[in-house]
């Protein structure tokens, strides 16, 4: 027979068998579901908060819970806000703060726990304190309190936290109560329950799963393991069930963190069971009401500064209109010590006041900051103001802020379209202008077709334009923040702290 006869032969024999390869291939490389998975345990200085950071590096982990014990109990193991500090300065990662954590899980426990439920609260305020409304810290209520008034103590902390204007996420984890809806405005309240496989099956854990997510409730169960005993009575056979109830759980979008006791005790022991971590995207905190955020393409960082130097001299430059003040403060601060505060002075038409950055030209920019607002002068309709706004030489190219429209304030997005602009307001207001931190982002991507510009709020979607032209000024060359401009508006004053400027690597 003909070789080439012979050849098509076998080529036409093996075609089906590659196809199914192929679709077999593909299905292994599917996106990675989006869930919260990592560590949970006490920390006892800020190297073995870096060890836990390299761990989770290594092993694709996007969450941490740092426990503390409760400031009546005498312990090894109490608060340390520079843990929590040296965590956020030092990865991207989200960080469930647990200050009372409450132990043993007995009656006993609970009662003192209500004897001292004042200091529960400011402990769990004073976290709030110190990072307010900042998406990467939750704050976890109290840990395994067991008695039967649990729902309407959660829903109380919660309804406290929120009416005080505090956005964090929050965490709670129950005992064996029946799983009960906890009311937030904001839909950022998860619930869990902590599973040992030496006592648990793998089925009845996820059956308490589907059961809270019938009901609709978010979770995160901030305390499982393989053994309530820790290292020494692992065995293979509880690693293992341990191994399905993480990689179900990921299917599932349910998050979870594994316990380590102090540091990463547990770890070597895992390790040579073989414990397998199921491969996640990253889910971001939203406020239940738009769009979460998507996978980004990886970034490089070019540029951040939290203006700790006391000065602008990170920067490639400032810019102030006739009357209006840039300057470093002590005051109103979102970490550490310094933010940068701008002000304008209600003098008409267009007024700025910000810090700029010029970087090398890229066709694809992402900026990300907290702002905070003392004075708004928003008044009338089409009164606005931007936080950020990329721009290409004196052309801007991108605008993220506030505009007050007929139906109320609203968060605005302005791009170009073209060589005109288009206005992208969100469909609903802001909870309020005035008195919070807010962590606004904006990303913005050149192409002459399919251009993109869109804006996030405390990780949330508020405003996307797609499909566009957004080619006509070129490339992207440097970043406005603080108040990057202004128009009709009053009298304004914003505080702009941690803004960091990316493209992709």
């Not at 077999?24 to 073995?48: C, K, N, R, W």
């Not at 004075?375 to 950020?388: E, Q, T």
Request: include cysteine.
């Amino acid at each position: 027979m003909n070789k080439t006869i012979k050849t098509l032969i076998v080529a036409g024999m093996l075609l089906p068998i590659l196809l199914s390869l192929t679709s077999q291939i593909t299905s292994v490389h599917a996106a990675s579901p989006t869930a919260y998975l990592g560590l949970s345990g006490y920390p006892t200085s800020t190297t073995e908060v870096q060890n836990i950071i390299n761990m989770m590096d290594t092993n694709g982990l996007n969450i941490y819970r740092m426990s503390f014990n409760p400031i009546w109990s005498s312990s090894r193991h109490p608060y340390k806000s520079s843990y929590i500090q040296y965590f956020l300065d030092h990865c991207d990662y989200m960080i469930i703060v647990d200050r009372n954590h409450l132990y043993p899980p007995t009656e006993a426990s609970a009662s003192t726990a209500r004897n001292n439920w004042a200091t529960v609260k400011d402990s769990v305020f004073e976290v709030l304190e110190a990072w307010p409304n900042n998406p990467r810290v939750a704050v976890e209520l109290i840990n395994e309190y067991i008695s039967k008034d649990f729902y309407t103590r959660m829903q109380q902390l919660v309804t406290d936290i929120r009416a005080a204007g505090y956005t964090n996420p929050i965490v709670v984890n129950k005992w064996n109560q029946a799983w009960t809806v906890i009311n937030d405005p904001l839909g950022k309240t998860y619930q869990g329950y902590h599973f040992y496989f030496n006592t648990w099956s793998v089925s009845s854990a996820i059956s308490q799963m589907k059961t809270a997510l019938s009901k609709g409730i978010k979770l995160i169960s901030t305390e499982v393991g393989a053994h309530y005993n820790e290292y020494n009575s692992f065995t293979t056979s509880t690693v293992d069930e341990l191994s399905s109830f993480l990689s179900q759980c990921a299917s599932l979008g349910v998050g979870n963190t594994v316990w380590m006791n102090e540091n990463l005790n547990n770890w070597p022991c895992y390790q040579s069971l073989d414990l397998d971590f199921p491969a996640v995207g990253s889910p971001i905190e939203g406020d239940g009401d738009g769009e979460g955020r998507e996978d980004d393409p990886s970034m490089s960082i070019l540029f951040e500064d939290g203006f700790e130097s006391g000065s602008f001299s990170a920067w490639s430059g400032t810019s102030v209109t006739s009357g209006e003040t840039k300057s470093i403060t002590t005051t109103i601060v979102q970490s550490n010590t310094r933010s940068a505060m701008f002000t304008s002075n209600n003098g008409g038409g267009y007024e700025k006041a910000y810090a700029y950055k010029t970087v090398s030209a890229s066709s694809e920019f992402h900026a990300k900051g907290y702002f905070y607002v003392s004075k708004s002068g928003i008044i009338d309709v089409d009164d606005r103001f931007f936080f950020l706004i990329f721009s290409s030489g004196s052309n801007n190219l991108a605008y993220a802020g506030i505009r007050q429209t007929t139906s109320g304030t609203r968060w605005c997005l302005t791009t170009r379209q073209g060589t005109g602009y288009v206005d992208i307001l969100s469909s609903s207001a802001p909870a309020s202008i005035i008195g919070q931190w807010y962590y606004v982002e904006l990303h913005w991507k050149k192409d002459s077709v399919n251009g993109l510009a869109e804006m996030y709020v405390d990780g949330t979607r508020v405003c996307v334009s797609t499909a566009t032209n957004t080619a006509a000024y070129g490339d992207a060359t440097q970043l406005k923040a603080g108040i990057a401009e202004t128009y009709g508006c009053g009298s304004t004053t914003v505080y702009a702290d941690n803004i960091s400027l990316g493209c992709p690597s």
